[in-house]
C-alpha cells in the first residue's frame, strides 16, 4: 500500500528565509523543527513558521515535488506561498487542530 506524503515550506517571517521538505507525517515534522531538532539550516535561521504545505498521494511524488520546489527561483516560491497564504500566516494549527 503507498504511503502519502507532505511537502512543506517554513520560515522565520514573512518573505524571510525559506525552507523546502518532505515528510509523511507534517505535524511531528513541524515540532522537530520548533524543538529544534529538525535541521540544522531550520536551527541556524529559526525556521519554526509553516507557511505552504501540499499533499500527495504517493511518497514519491512528494518527494519529486520538494525537489522540483527546491530548484525554483525564490521569486517563484514566494508566489507559491502567496497564492495559497497571502498573509504568510502560520499554518501549523489548522494542521495540528
Given at each position: 500500500m503507498?504511503?502519502?506524503g507532505w511537502v512543506y515550506i517554513v520560515t522565520n517571517r514573512p518573505r524571510g528565509v525559506l525552507?523546502?521538505?518532505v515528510t509523511?507525517?507534517?505535524a511531528a515534522r513541524i515540532l522537530q523543527h520548533r524543538e529544534g531538532k529538525g535541521s540544522a539550516f531550520?536551527?541556524?535561521y529559526n525556521l519554526t513558521r509553516l507557511?505552504?504545505?501540499e499533499w500527495a498521494d504517493?511518497?514519491?511524488?512528494?518527494?519529486?515535488?520538494?525537489?522540483?520546489?527546491k530548484e525554483w527561483k525564490r521569486d517563484w516560491k514566494i508566489k507559491l506561498i502567496e497564492d495559497a497564504n497571502p498573509n504568510w500566516d502560520d499554518l501549523f494549527d489548522r494542521i495540528n487542530g
Open positions: 503507498a504511503r502519502g525552507y523546502t521538505g509523511a507525517d507534517l531550520c536551527r541556524r507557511v505552504f504545505a504517493e511518497i514519491e511524488s512528494a518527494i519529486a515535488r520538494e525537489k522540483a520546489i
